[in-house]
């Protein structure tokens, strides 16, 4: 037993040193942009590595303070005016979570179609880039909500003025990280690329701003390009970082709306982003999507309980712990208890790393999730169905914020589900002979309100004297509406126009009015022995081959 927790932890080292140095900016930077006290945003990642990917069944998923909980927390705290109370809110969603998972709600994600997970991808991918641009150009004036607040969607400003503002010791920290993190992911490096290409670019990326310092003073970089973490000079000091909830805030229902808000969004930004990295997994493993929400509400039960900020599964720390080569979820546990190490024990050191370097790092991340060839494979593999809701979700995402844009997506994708739903009501043979026409309509095996347009169609263009055979032995439901439909022209319409009508397979329960049989029918029509031209299909054709 322990000998397997020493291999765990061999093996998931590496890849938890590139999250935590991915995540430790980001628990900093989205703790500042939401009015939160600096240190709630390194317990929050704290407890997401350690609480939730202990109790997490995921291998690849890893927790914190996620950019999309940013403006609620933000709202929050404003409208309470006290932080102390917010937690009572972050216990509240907590709670809610737990029971979510003890009642099983994870279904939820099941019924997200895959186009809309893979827009939500690309577009976090794009997202992380733009986002990532001014840290890459050494542009640091811009606020970090400003920066990292996803509901808010991209500050295009902001990199415009980037643009015009590049500082050439930091760009080329970046070019060179980049440089580094293709260059391993090379079959040119497969001899040598035993260490993650993340950990490689901060060593380089140190390296670079020592030699700045020594050789090229025109190039060091500022104090406001590198991380800053708090330094705590005592264990005393590091202890009164921590808050505790004022529970006067459970008698307030504002407290409780806020809650309800968190624990919504939160579990659905975790099951959207459990889908997505068991989409990226290669060995296709599954997540319990109801131990996830039981372990996202442990974590933001005690988030709540000492000072931390709400947290979800973030895409962003998954991808990059994916991409790291993590084995199974003790890299999220060991990211975690790095974050609480190195914040303890060496903060000033980690002061050291250039933001530059990690913004290489998140910019190759977001590529992998956004590359053309995904694009390409999506159009060509799902046609305009799955692809205008793919583009569509990228396009919200980006312009608002996830959870807003996936909801734009799954309204774009069930117009496209609704449509095809429409539109396969029936197959059908269509037997010409000279003197008249034989029509077998074989009803598909559920047929909605949606297909009654398409039905109502084919009964209208059927030829006057013409058999229609109206098979539904396949069919297992038929809505009210549609079998009223059918009645009306079985006991009216045909009447009216000669067509001489059998129904054949309708279950007793529709009340359908008694019609020959198919072999009755046929056997009636014995004295048409002219070899006839057949024609069969969907229904688009035997409405196209009336109309003609």
């Given at each position: 037993?322990?000998?397997?927790?020493?291999?765990?932890?061999?093996?998931?080292?590496?890849?938890?040193?590139?999250?935590?140095?991915?995540?430790?900016?980001?628990?900093?930077?989205?703790?500042?942009?939401?009015?939160?006290?600096?240190?709630?945003?390194?317990?929050?990642?704290?407890?997401?590595?350690?609480?939730?990917?202990?109790?997490?069944?995921?291998?690849?998923?890893?927790?914190?303070?996620?950019?999309?909980?940013?403006?609620?927390?933000?709202?929050?705290?404003?409208?309470?005016?006290?932080?102390?109370?917010?937690?009572?809110?972050?216990?509240?969603?907590?709670?809610?979570?737990?029971?979510?998972?003890?009642?099983?709600?994870?279904?939820?994600?099941?019924?997200?179609?895959?186009?809309?997970?893979?827009?939500?991808?690309?577009?976090?991918?794009?997202?992380?880039?733009?986002?990532?641009?001014?840290?890459?150009?050494?542009?640091?004036?811009?606020?970090?909500?400003?920066?990292?607040?996803?509901?808010?969607?991209?500050?295009?400003?902001?990199?415009?003025?980037?643009?015009?503002?590049?500082?050439?010791?930091?760009?080329?920290?970046?070019?060179?990280?980049?440089?580094?993190?293709?260059?391993?992911?090379?079959?040119?490096?497969?001899?040598?690329?035993?260490?993650?290409?993340?950990?490689?670019?901060?060593?380089?990326?140190?390296?670079?701003?020592?030699?700045?310092?020594?050789?090229?003073?025109?190039?060091?970089?500022?104090?406001?390009?590198?991380?800053?973490?708090?330094?705590?000079?005592?264990?005393?000091?590091?202890?009164?970082?921590?808050?505790?909830?004022?529970?006067?805030?459970?008698?307030?229902?504002?407290?409780?709306?806020?809650?309800?808000?968190?624990?919504?969004?939160?579990?659905?930004?975790?099951?959207?982003?459990?889908?997505?990295?068991?989409?990226?997994?290669?060995?296709?493993?599954?997540?319990?999507?109801?131990?996830?929400?039981?372990?996202?509400?442990?974590?933001?039960?005690?988030?709540?309980?000492?000072?931390?900020?709400?947290?979800?599964?973030?895409?962003?720390?998954?991808?990059?712990?994916?991409?790291?080569?993590?084995?199974?979820?003790?890299?999220?546990?060991?990211?975690?208890?790095?974050?609480?190490?190195?914040?303890?024990?060496?903060?000033?050191?980690?002061?050291?790393?250039?933001?530059?370097?990690?913004?290489?790092?998140?910019?190759?991340?977001?590529?992998?999730l956004c590359k053309p060839a995904k694009f390409k494979q999506i159009y060509k593999e799902g046609g305009l169905s799955q692809f205008v809701p793919f583009i569509v979700t990228i396009i919200a995402v980006v312009a608002t914020d996830l959870l807003k844009g996936v909801c734009i997506g799954l309204l774009v994708s069930v117009f496209y589900i609704l449509k095809r739903n429409m539109h396969a009501p029936f197959y059908f043979?269509?037997?010409?002979?000279?003197?008249?026409?034989?029509?077998?309509?074989?009803?598909?095996?559920?047929?909605?309100?949606?297909?009654?347009?398409?039905?109502?169609?084919?009964?209208?263009?059927?030829?006057?004297?013409?058999?229609?055979?109206?098979?539904?032995?396949?069919?297992?439901?038929?809505?009210?509406?549609?079998?009223?439909?059918?009645?009306?022209?079985?006991?009216?319409?045909?009447?009216?126009?000669?067509?001489?009508?059998?129904?054949?397979?309708?279950?007793?329960?529709?009340?359908?009015?008694?019609?020959?049989?198919?072999?009755?029918?046929?056997?009636?029509?014995?004295?048409?022995?002219?070899?006839?031209?057949?024609?069969?299909?969907?229904?688009?054709?035997?409405?196209?081959?009336?109309?003609?």
């Amino acid at each position: 037993m322990f000998s397997r927790f020493v291999k765990s932890v061999q093996v998931n080292f590496a890849s938890s040193i590139v999250v935590f140095l991915v995540a430790l900016p980001l628990c900093l930077g989205i703790a500042q942009a939401s009015g939160a006290p600096i240190f709630s945003g390194v317990i929050a990642g704290v407890i997401g590595g350690i609480v939730v990917g202990a109790w997490s069944k995921s291998s690849l998923s890893v927790s914190g303070p996620a950019a999309g909980l940013t403006a609620i927390v933000l709202a929050a705290v404003m409208q309470l005016q006290s932080y102390e109370l917010f937690l009572c809110a972050v216990l509240i969603a907590g709670c809610i979570q737990l029971v979510l998972g003890i009642l099983k709600a994870g279904f939820i994600a099941d019924y997200i179609p895959t186009s809309v997970i893979e827009g939500m991808l690309a577009a976090i991918g794009i997202t992380i880039i733009l986002k990532q641009l001014p840290e890459a150009f050494g542009f640091h004036k811009q606020k970090w909500s400003e920066l990292l607040d996803a509901e808010d969607g991209i500050s295009f400003s902001f990199l415009n003025e980037a643009f015009h503002h590049i500082h050439y010791g930091v760009l080329l920290i970046t070019l060179l990280g980049l440089v580094v993190i293709f260059f391993w992911q090379s079959r040119y490096a497969k001899k040598i690329n035993k260490l993650p290409s993340g950990l490689i670019v901060v060593l380089v990326s140190v390296l670079g701003v020592l030699l700045y310092k020594y050789f090229y003073p025109h190039l060091e970089l500022e104090q406001a390009h590198f991380v800053l973490i708090p330094i705590a000079k005592s264990i005393a000091e590091f202890g009164e970082q921590f808050v505790f909830p004022n529970l006067k805030g459970f008698a307030m229902p504002e407290v409780w709306i806020i809650g309800l808000e968190i624990a919504i969004v939160a579990s659905i930004e975790t099951l959207l982003s459990i889908e997505a990295i068991d989409k990226l997994d290669p060995h296709k493993k599954v997540t319990p999507t109801d131990v996830e929400l039981r372990a996202q509400g442990i974590g933001n039960i005690i988030n709540g309980l000492i000072g931390g900020m709400p947290i979800t599964s973030v895409i962003v720390r998954s991808s990059a712990n994916l991409n790291a080569g993590a084995k199974s979820k003790m890299s999220a546990i060991l990211h975690g208890v790095l974050l609480l190490i190195c914040v303890l024990a060496i903060p000033q050191y980690l002061n050291w790393i250039p933001k530059a370097a990690l913004a290489a790092i998140l910019i190759a991340t977001g590529y992998k999730l956004c590359k053309p060839a995904k694009f390409k494979q999506i159009y060509k593999e799902g046609g305009l169905s799955q692809f205008v809701p793919f583009i569509v979700t990228i396009i919200a995402v980006v312009a608002t914020d996830l959870l807003k844009g996936v909801c734009i997506g799954l309204l774009v994708s069930v117009f496209y589900i609704l449509k095809r739903n429409m539109h396969a009501p029936f197959y059908f043979q269509r037997s010409v002979y000279s003197t008249t026409q034989i029509i077998k309509i074989e009803l598909a095996q559920v047929v909605s309100f949606l297909n009654k347009a398409s039905i109502k169609e084919a009964l209208e263009l059927l030829p006057n004297n013409s058999f229609l055979m109206l098979d539904a032995r396949l069919n297992e439901y038929i809505d009210y509406d549609v079998i009223e439909l059918i009645r009306e022209f079985q006991e009216i319409k045909a009447a009216e126009r000669h067509i001489q009508v059998a129904m054949i397979g309708f279950s007793n329960r529709y009340k359908l009015k008694e019609t020959a049989s198919e072999t009755e029918l046929l056997s009636s029509l014995a004295y048409l022995d002219e070899l006839p031209k057949r024609f069969s299909g969907n229904h688009h054709k035997l409405i196209q081959q009336l109309k003609n």
